[in-house]
């Protein structure tokens, strides 16, 4: 191993960050199922009536969001997956 | 206002677009030239299908009715795509690994090929898709009536009717047109996908530019929207949490379980990777359809009259502005939704219908009549076409039957929760690998029940299906079993009702009946396959590779057929295809033929597995593999048989050989025995010759010399016919021929009789005989006239060859296990060790023959009727004088007639002697 300062070399970077990156893509539904379920909780505390339109930009946003972070994760992820990076992780 | 000319007008020319497009694309695709299908985007593009009639038309009328609840439909499957990593990757490779056609056949295949679970599967999907279809031709006939009334809201029924049923015609023709061409063998119809996306494009371009319109021409902008929706306060709009998490859920398991986006979603993929780009593009789709619902939803409340239909609004607000072009894009853009889910839709079950319910049946009944198979893609087609034809024809039928309900959205989300039921096989199979066939049989059964029971029958109305009393006090007074209220459960939404009551009990049956099952071998090895599908070989390509596999697929040709044929093969195909002198092109019918080719030689399964591991990006399945080690095991078991015939053909080959040995010793020792006939018989005669001549030549001879020549010749004579006797008598003895008769005798006797007869030869000697009366009184049953022979022989011998001074003769007999022997011992010289084996045999005379006075057969003769009574005349040694031992059963054996072998006479001899 070369004398290099810096993170330590039992890492392999690039490898590790594509594996995360699967596991972001793996959770990312996960957290946009939360955050679309949020509404549910708010609709005591308003009045039914004017909620609908914060309602709605609410979840537009989050809709939103989910479609940028699914684009950027799979701009990332490996191309032509195959098995072993999913085993790696 | 739009004449309905016009309308007509641009319907047609669209329609003609549309086949102009599936046309094109065909013909690239066929010749492997459409390389911009592998663009990501028509994949996306087509995924749309999702959003059909119900997306452009209902989902205003939902909004307008229920507020932001419509956007469930959508945010469940943006939640799938873009969690995509957990199912529908692992969906998408397993479906091109596996090659599966429809999602009937996934279900199928990975519960061992089980053909009942696909027509479970069929018939359900059948039951929710039929109302669906029914769905999208009274969309297009309202889009119509809107148009042709006159005025924005109403429309005259007798026209919508036949509005819908030349839709419904013309679908059928595209579909039949372009989904049934052809067989592919990944069932992939480019034509078809290609012009659903164009249609997709159109969709969202007419809603996003009526959505334009209403925001920014009628209403004042993003913001005057919104404070229009705080204005005016609807309580019906609030979100109920039940429904709000429950059709999202909903939505999100029907992306995955609904049959046209299957279809769509797995069987046209065509390259994984398209996958990744489609887990933000479609969900970005979906979100630019949404955008505009609520706003048009908003102002059409507002503008339009009271009682006009909120499902039309995307037509009659620009309709209302006068704005006729927009509201022609708009009615474009609601027909494009509609027949686009109609076509995709109908591909989908047709290929279900054909391949699980039809076909099976066809085939049952052609194995009984006994015809063969025949040429099957000609009954699949057909089969399929009929279908088709069906489905839109039941589309139809259920549209008229029940045809002006008001809220369109309700028969969309009853058919989800039907094919939500796919959901506990689906992903219990492809995760689960102790997931068994009955398991999965059992679950659709109940859920299948459960759906039929709770939601679907009790939506054709109240009374219609299921009478008034059961819907109120349940079947046969059980309030527990009540349709729209099961154990107690009341108050619920009937909807999520039915989805959770379906469900729970579809998912329980699943794993109980998983648990309790064993699962068929094929079911393991699929099971196997399919939850560990990441694990076998990866590399799943496109159609990218053609000049590679062409190459490959060469070498193993010559490898098969040999070179020549291979290429010359080749070198037909390519020409065929217009590719002259260039490899040819890895088409579906060109590798068909070389497959075909390819059984000739190795067997069909053999081919195919050959062919699929070069060309096809599947693994080979578990039933080829067998196939082929049927295959292998017949070509073993063959050639075996051809081994053991070798073997058999060898050892014959030896016996005949062995056979052949012994006849040309037997045929030696006949030329020897006849030589020395010949010899035997030559020398009497000759002297019989001689004298006869002296008498005859010489004038006057003595008296006396006359007759001593006479005796002679007489003497001779006599000698000769004793000989031929012998000889004769010795034949039919070795032969077996020999008639022996046994009859009851004394031993003493015989003895009595053999000294007389004896007694002839050499009478000049004195014998003296010794013999032991009491000894030779022994009962016999047996030849006696032969026995008796034996011993005048014996006897006779021993007079002529005994050379003692004083000759004796003891005869000694005993009895001794059951045989008698009978010693006869004389005091002569005997007979030297060295000639002992040789005096039995044929003419040896140990003495000048001349003297002697017989043919040397004496002793074989004895030794021959000994055999045949059963018994042996040894020689023994050592006993001062020549000694001979007769021995023999009391009882003479029965006789085998026909039997030449001696051995065999001995045997039967041996065995009944005791």
Redesign the interface.
């Known amino acids: 191993m070369s004398a290099r300062r810096g993170p330590s070399l039992y890492l392999a970077r690039q490898s590790y960050r594509r594996r995360r990156l699967?596991d972001a893509?793996?959770l990312?539904?996960?957290l946009?199922?939360v955050l679309?379920?949020l509404?549910?909780l708010w609709?005591p505390e308003d009045?039914?009536?004017?909620?609908?339109?914060r309602?709605?930009?609410y979840?537009?946003a989050v809709?939103?969001g989910?479609?940028?972070?699914?684009?950027l994760?799979?701009r990332r992820?490996p191309?032509?997956?195959?098995?072993r990076t999913?085993?790696a992780g | 206002m739009v004449p309905f000319n016009v309308l007509v007008l641009a319907c047609l020319a669209y329609v003609a677009f549309l086949f102009l497009v599936a046309f094109a694309v065909e013909r690239a695709a066929a010749q492997g030239r459409a390389r911009w299908l592998r663009a990501p985007l028509v994949y996306t593009l087509s995924l749309s299908v999702y959003c059909t009639a119900w997306t452009f038309y209902g989902a205003v009328g939902y909004a307008a009715r229920s507020g932001l609840e419509f956007a469930t439909i959508y945010l469940g499957p943006t939640l799938i795509f873009v969690g995509w990593w957990w199912i529908l990757r692992k969906l998408v490779r397993i479906g091109r690994a596996q090659r599966v056609t429809s999602i009937a056949d996934l279900i199928s295949a990975r519960y061992g090929k089980s053909n009942m679970l696909g027509v479970i599967v069929t018939i359900l999907a059948l039951c929710a898709t039929t109302p669906y279809i029914a769905l999208q031709l009274q969309s297009i006939a309202l889009s119509f009536g809107v148009f042709t009334a006159g005025t924005p809201a109403g429309w005259t029924v007798p026209d919508a009717d036949t509005t819908a049923l030349w839709v419904a015609v013309g679908l059928a023709l595209f579909t039949i047109l372009f989904g049934t061409r052809h067989l592919d063998a990944n069932e992939q119809h480019p034509g078809v996908v290609t012009a659903i996306a164009v249609e997709a494009v159109v969709k969202l371009v007419a809603l996003l530019a009526v959505g334009v319109f209403v925001v920014w021409a009628v209403a004042g902008g993003p913001g005057d929207i919104i404070a229009r929706i705080e204005a005016a306060p609807r309580p019906e709009w609030a979100i109920e949490p039940g429904r709000w998490a429950g059709l999202t859920f909903l939505a999100a398991v029907a992306i995955i379980c609904l049959p046209r986006m299957f279809q769509v979603t797995v069987v046209e993929n065509v390259d994984e990777r398209h996958l990744a780009t489609a887990s933000w593009a479609f969900p970005l789709y979906l979100f630019l359809m949404s955008l505009f619902v609520m706003p048009i939803a908003v102002v059409g409340l507002e503008v339009m009259p009271e009682g006009s239909n909120p499902d039309l609004f995307v037509l009659t607000l620009p309709l209302a502005f006068d704005q006729g072009a927009l509201a022609m894009l708009a009615f474009l853009g609601g027909f494009s939704a509609a027949t686009s889910m109609v076509i995709i839709a109908a591909i989908a079950l047709a290929t279900m219908l054909s391949n699980h319910i039809v076909m099976p049946l066809w085939l049952a009944l052609a194995r009984r009549r006994g015809g063969g198979s025949g040429d099957m893609r000609h009954v699949v087609l057909r089969a399929r076409r009929l279908s088709i034809i069906v489905m839109i024809v039941l589309g139809y039928i259920y549209y008229s039957f029940t045809g002006g309900t008001a809220a369109l959205a309700a028969i969309g989300l009853i058919a989800f929760v039907g094919v939500a039921q796919f959901l506990p096989a689906l992903i219990g199979g492809i995760f689960w690998r102790a997931a068994t066939r009955v398991g999965a049989a059992a679950g659709l059964g109940l859920g299948f029940a459960i759906w039929l029971y709770a939601l679907f029958l009790p939506s054709f109305g109240a009374g219609v299906m299921i009478p008034d009393a059961v819907m109120t006090q349940g079947p046969f007074g059980i309030g527990w079993l009540r349709p729209q209220a099961l154990f107690g459960v009341e108050g619920m939404d009937p909807l999520l009702h039915a989805l959770f009551w379906s469900l729970v009990f579809n998912t329980s049956a699943f794993l109980i009946g998983s648990l309790v099952s064993f699962p068929t071998p094929v079911e393991r090895v699929q099971g196997a396959q399919f939850v560990n599908v990441f694990d076998m070989s990866g590399g799943t390509q496109g159609w990218g590779r053609s000049v590679g596999e062409a190459e490959d697929l060469l070498v193993t040709a010559q490898r098969v057929l040999g070179a020549e044929a291979a290429q010359s093969f080749f070198q037909q195909a390519a020409a065929d295809q217009g590719k002259d002198g260039f490899l040819p092109d890895t088409t579906p019918d060109f590798i068909e033929r070389l497959e075909r080719r390819l059984a000739g030689s190795v067997g069909a399964a053999t081919a195919h597995a050959m062919v699929a591991q070069i060309v096809g990006s599947s693994v080979v399945t578990t039933e080829d593999l067998m196939a082929v080690a049927d295959e292998t095991a017949q070509i073993m078991e063959y050639s075996s048989q051809l081994e053991a015939k070798s073997e058999e053909l060898a050892r014959t080959a030896r016996q005949l050989r062995e056979v052949n040995h012994k006849l040309t010793e037997l045929s030696e020792q006949k030329d020897a025995f006849l030589s020395q006939i010949s010899h035997e018989l030559r020398t009497p005669m000759t002297s019989i010759r001689a004298f006869s001549e002296i008498l005859r030549d010489a004038g006057g001879l003595p008296a006396e010399d006359q007759h001593k020549y006479a005796t002679i010749i007489h003497d001779e004579t006599i000698r000769l016919t004793r000989l031929l006797d012998d000889l004769l008598d010795l034949s039919v003895l070795e032969s077996g021929r020999v008639r022996l008769q046994a009859e009851e005798d004394n031993l003493s006797r015989l003895i009595e009789r053999a000294l007389g007869a004896a007694n002839s030869t050499a009478p000049e000697r004195d014998f003296v005989i010794h013999r032991d009366p009491p000894e030779e009184d022994i009962a016999l049953h047996t030849d006696s006239g032969r026995l008796t022979q034996v011993f005048i022989n014996i006897i006779a011998n021993a007079r002529k060859y005994c050379d003692a001074a004083e000759p004796e003769l003891w005869i000694k007999p005993r009895v001794r296990d059951g045989r008698v022997e009978v010693d006869f011992v004389d005091n002569g010289t005997g007979i030297p060790q060295k000639q002992e084996s040789l005096i039995f045999e044929k003419f040896s005379r140990l003495t000048d023959q001349a003297r002697a006075g017989g043919a040397g057969l004496g002793l074989a003769i004895c030794r021959e009727i000994m055999l045949n009574l059963g018994g042996d005349i040894a020689y023994l040694p050592g006993q001062g004088g020549a000694a001979f031992r007769v021995s023999f059963p009391r009882e003479m054996p029965a006789q085998t007639p026909d039997s030449d072998d001696v051995e065999a006479q001995e045997a039967t001899g041996a065995v009944s002697a005791s």
């Open positions: 699967i893509a793996r990312l539904p996960f946009g199922a679309l379920l509404p549910l609709t009045t039914p009536e004017s909620a609908t339109a309602q709605a930009l979840v537009f809709w939103l989910l479609v940028v972070a699914a684009l994760l799979a992820l191309r032509g997956e195959d098995g999913d085993e």
